[in-house]
């Protein structure tokens, strides 16, 4: 088997919780040289996330996977004069400081891309590195409030709703893998390095579709309206007879056609506002209605079958015990097993996309913090006692 895609690419994880460290986690899924930077007495508040089994937190083995950690004060003179004798052997540094922070420690991109020409230094933050709000704390959840996308979620009625999860983060730390490798290829071509500036407000409302196009021609704005959409119907969730949920989806005409005759109401075809997806979303409460009362006389796995036959989209509602055993998700692998030496065998989300060719892989979990300070420290030519000095001087 041929190496990992990125193999050979060395990069530099000094970004806490969760948008800058699932870049890295994902370019490390990929063949990537992680190497996480942690302050000494302050490691990573990913690691204390979410539920822990013997201590050990389980978000930090799934965050943490495919790094070397070490730790590094950058704020003394020798974690400064380290981090940037590390610069100079790494393609990627990934941070997400507040504006100004590296700069503080005369660490910002004059000093850097001295150290390497070549580095791509990427930024993440809830703002971006200039506006009036750039100086702000920023957090996902703000994103996920001033992007759009919590008044568009929950019911006509009801509240917005943000996410129960890191939606925010977890788009932008896609889109900063995205924007380092773009930021690689454009080096390739050129021989320098840049920096990349990934706001966490941007990659969120770039999902949610054409709105800001829609108002400006013609001052749409969209309303909140729970599972409908205003784009077609029936799209739904549906309860089945023995009280599981499923969701229907009809973004083409043909499917819509092909649920009317499986629930025995063909007639609605021929009505006049069945012929485009608005008109039937205008229409939704007959269309929910009829698909509706046949789902809820039939099981959930007859409902999936019935379904499948007549090659409509459904999918069943699941939580993660569903996921865990679904057998489309079995077949891809898509949760994997990692032998972790603290806990065994472990289960985790796989590599986000097979490669044919040059395929990622999960090659260890999460390690503890500072494991490989030492021996990241010597690969860079320090001696045990310039390593005792720095530990003396708190700067590891």
């Known amino acids: 088997m041929s190496q990992a895609s990125l193999h050979?690419?060395?990069?530099?994880?000094?970004?806490?919780?969760?948008?800058?460290?699932?870049?890295?986690?994902?370019?490390?899924?990929?063949?990537?040289?992680?190497?996480?930077i942690e302050h000494p007495t302050k490691p990573d508040p990913s690691r204390g996330h979410g539920p822990a089994k013997d201590g050990i937190g389980l978000w930090w083995k799934h965050l943490g996977r495919n790094k070397r950690t070490i730790t590094l004060n950058l704020s003394t003179p020798g974690g400064r004069a380290t981090l940037l004798r590390l610069a100079a052997t790494a393609d990627v540094i990934i941070e997400n400081f507040r504006p100004g922070t590296l700069e503080k420690w005369d660490l910002g991109w004059p000093e850097l891309s001295a150290a390497n020409r070549r580095l791509v230094l990427t930024r993440v933050t809830g703002f971006g590195q200039f506006g009036p709000y750039a100086h702000r704390p920023g957090f996902g959840t703000l994103a996920e409030a001033m992007s759009g996308f919590a008044a568009?979620?929950?019911?006509?009625?009801a509240p917005p709703t943000l996410p129960p999860f890191g939606l925010a983060d977890s788009i932008a730390g896609l889109a900063t893998a995205y924007a380092v490798l773009t930021a690689l290829a454009a080096r390739d071509r050129t021989g320098e390095g840049q920096v990349v500036d990934v706001a966490l407000i941007e990659p969120m409302l770039s999902v949610l579709g054409p709105q800001p196009t829609?108002?400006?021609q013609l001052g749409y704005v969209q309303k909140r309206t729970g599972n409908r959409s205003a784009n077609n119907a029936p799209?739904?969730?549906?309860?089945?007879?023995?009280?599981?949920?499923?969701?229907?989806?009809?973004?083409?005409?043909?499917?819509?056609?092909?649920?009317?005759?499986l629930v025995g109401r063909p007639e609605l075809i021929d009505e006049p506002w069945f012929a485009t997806g608005a008109d039937r979303a205008r229409h939704a409460d007959v269309l929910d209605q009829a698909v509706g009362s046949w789902i809820a006389e039939r099981t959930r796995d007859e409902v999936v079958a019935?379904?499948?036959?007549?090659?409509?989209?459904?999918?069943?509602i699941q939580d993660v015990r569903g996921v865990m055993t679904d057998p489309q998700y079995q077949a891809l692998d898509t949760i994997t097993t990692v032998d972790d030496p603290d806990l065994g065998p472990l289960r985790m989300q796989n590599v986000l996309f097979r490669l044919s060719e040059t395929p990622g892989a999960i090659r260890w979990t999460g390690r503890p913090h500072g494991a490989d300070t030492d021996e990241v420290l010597a690969e860079l030519g320090l001696t045990p006692a310039q390593v005792a000095a720095l530990r003396t001087e708190g700067a590891v």
């Open 235 to 261: 799209r739904n969730t549906y309860r089945t007879a023995d009280g599981s949920w499923v969701a229907v989806s009809t973004s083409a005409q043909s499917v819509a056609e092909r649920v009317m005759r």
């Open 306 to 316: 019935a379904f499948e036959k007549a090659e409509a989209a459904v999918a069943p």
């Open 214 to 216: 829609w108002y400006d």
């Open 152 to 157: 568009l979620t929950g019911e006509p009625d």
């Open 8 to 36: 050979g690419l060395r990069v530099l994880d000094m970004a806490t919780l969760f948008a800058g460290p699932l870049a890295a986690t994902t370019l490390g899924d990929f063949g990537a040289e992680v190497i996480k």
